[in-house]
């Protein structure tokens, strides 16, 4: 009762602010031994000072390299402020729904399957197929995995019954596939492969294997977190895609940098 009155003079206070604010962010802060809000800041960070770093190196490389550079930015800016929401809704509620990641994904998957439009036109004349090509693949991919991500947590989503969480991965998966296909063995392929100079052939080659390599870890925390168990492992899957990010989004955006300067020097 004492202790009630006195917060209440406390409060009364403007001073009152001082000593209210520590209880406030006890609650609010990101804790010292919060791994994973941890490694959401720490993304958050690197996709900021990303974006700064491939914008102010626009002026740096040739007029037709820029456009890529402007888009790279554009994948972490757009990333960034995914996540810092993300982080703020992980402080505050110890959990992040996976739903917020696929919008982010809706916006930021397509940039990056125009980078490679972007690359080859930097070379040589391209049909809008094999951007047109991309896009379905990508959609096909996210709209799969949002369907079976959805159904887990709610029932009423599950439109194919109780096989739509399997039946969302393999429509994702078909997308992904498909994407493969063009890049490696489709005309987008045969494009880098027949008209492209060696630096961009490699630079090309290096995406191709992180959209293998690097993006097969997000199907892979949907078959372990929601397919192989029952109860997903949210700590993991968040630093797993965390980390995903910083290499499907900085080090893609650093490879098409890399090429773009090195092209702009050369000509
Ligand atoms: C920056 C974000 C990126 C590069 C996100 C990529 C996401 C994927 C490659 C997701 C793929 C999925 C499948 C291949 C199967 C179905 C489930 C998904 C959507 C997780």
Redesign the pocket.
């Given at each position: 009762m004492i202790k009630t009155l006195k917060r209440a003079l406390i409060a009364a206070t403007p001073i009152s602010m001082l000593s209210v604010m520590p209880a406030f962010a006890e609650t609010k802060m990101l804790p010292a031994d919060d791994y994973v809000g941890i490694s959401f800041w720490l993304i958050s960070m690197a996709l900021i000072a990303a974006t700064a770093f491939f914008w102010l190196e626009i002026g740096r490389v040739s007029a037709k390299w820029r456009t890529s550079l402007v888009v790279s930015g554009m994948?972490t800016m757009i990333?960034a402020v995914h996540y810092f929401y993300m982080r703020d809704v992980w402080v505050e509620f110890g959990s992040t729904p996976t739903v917020y990641?696929?919008i982010?994904?809706l916006i930021?998957?397509p940039l990056?399957m125009i980078e490679f439009y972007l690359i080859l036109t930097a070379i040589t004349k391209v049909s809008s197929g094999i951007f047109w090509r991309l896009m379905i693949g990508t959609l096909v991919?996210?709209i799969?995995?949002?369907i079976?991500?959805t159904s887990f947590t709610d029932p009423n989503a599950r439109i194919f019954g109780e096989a739509t969480i399997t039946i969302?991965?393999i429509?994702?998966?078909l997308?992904?596939a498909y994407i493969l296909y063009e890049i490696f063995a489709g005309e987008a392929g045969q494009l880098s492969a027949e008209k492209a100079p060696a630096s961009v052939q490699s630079a090309f080659s290096t995406m191709r294997w992180i959209?293998t390599i690097?993006?097969?870890?997000?199907?892979l925390?949907?078959l372990f977190g929601y397919m192989l168990s029952d109860t997903p492992d949210f700590n993991s899957l968040n630093i797993i895609y965390n980390l995903?990010?910083v290499l499907?989004?900085i080090a893609?955006g650093v490879i098409i940098w890399s090429v773009a300067t090195t092209e702009s020097n050369n000509a």
């Open positions: 994948v990333a990641r696929y982010d994904w930021t998957v990056l991919m996210l799969g995995g949002y079976g991500e969302g991965f429509i994702g998966m997308g992904w959209v690097g993006w097969a870890i997000y199907p925390g949907y995903a990010d499907n989004k893609f």
